[in-house]
């Protein structure tokens, strides 16, 4: 079993900036896409930003030149700097991991969610 744990959200004033983390652990072979995600009250679950293995990333239009993502494949961890923040941003925000466990082909997981609320 795999198991995701967020920390870093809260609230912040617009403009300001907030840093999410999210580590892996358990039985982890291996593990390829990871990414963050967001869902704001009413709305579908939305990709933010994701992160292959290599480094390559991938960043919804909304975000791009604010967000930066990135990753520790040492701490089998993922990061999401977000700057510039805007009330639109508010959402809960969720890790998710694309892992390959040991004897067992790649299959996803997600964190439990983490709340970002930027006030005006």
């Known amino acids: 079993q795999v198991q995701l744990v967020e920390s870093g959200g809260g609230l912040v004033q617009a403009g300001g900036s907030l840093r999410l983390s999210c580590a892996a652990s358990?039985?982890?072979?291996?593990?390829?896409?990871m990414g963050w995600y967001r869902q704001a009250p009413g709305n579908q679950r939305e990709l933010v930003a994701a992160?292959?293995?290599?480094?390559?990333?991938n960043y919804a239009d909304s975000v791009k030149g604010r967000f930066t993502i990135s990753r520790d494949n040492t701490k089998n961890a993922v990061y999401l700097r977000m700057n510039s923040l805007k009330p639109e941003d508010t959402a809960v925000y969720y890790c998710?991991?694309?892992?390959?466990?040991?004897?067992?082909?790649?299959?996803?997981?997600w964190g439990q969610g983490t709340q970002v609320t930027v006030s005006s």
């Open positions: 358990g039985r982890i072979f291996s593990i390829n896409v």
């Open positions: 998710n991991a694309q892992v390959v466990e040991f004897f067992i082909n790649e299959r996803p997981y």
């Open positions: 992160i292959s293995s290599s480094g390559s990333t």
